[in-house]
């Protein structure tokens, strides 16, 4: 079992800047891919930024040039920097990983975007 836990979500305006974090605990070993996904109201959830074991990343189009997924192997955790955020940007981000073909997930983070 992996546990994940998010922070960093909160209220900002348009144009402003948010760091989620994702603490990852318990059976971390094996783990091949880890991402942030955002579900927005009313929408289905949806892939916004992945790193892969190698070191490879990918982002969602709506994204690209303002949000950059990394990690900090030593504190067992990801992170999404999202910077020029705009209202579409708002929803629950999610925590991903997946494990020997299993997905875990986190709780979720709010992140709410004001225009």
């Known amino acids: 079992q992996v546990q994940l836990v998010e922070s960093g979500g909160g209220l900002v305006q348009a144009g402003g800047s948010l760091r989620l974090s994702c603490a990852a605990s318990?059976?971390?070993?094996?783990?091949?891919?880890m991402g942030w996904y955002l579900q927005a109201p009313g929408k289905q959830r949806e892939l916004v930024a992945g790193?892969?074991?190698?070191?490879?990343?990918n982002y969602a189009d709506s994204v690209k040039g303002r949000f950059t997924i990394s990690r900090d192997n030593a504190k067992n955790t990801l992170y999404l920097q999202m910077n020029s955020l705009k209202p579409e940007d708002t929803g629950v981000y999610y925590c991903?990983?997946?494990?020997?073909?299993?997905?875990?997930w986190g709780k979720g983070a709010l992140v709410t975007v004001s225009s």
């Open positions: 318990g059976s971390i070993f094996g783990i091949s891919f």
């Open positions: 790193l892969s074991r190698s070191g490879s990343t």
């Open positions: 991903n990983t997946q494990r020997y073909g299993v997905n875990f």
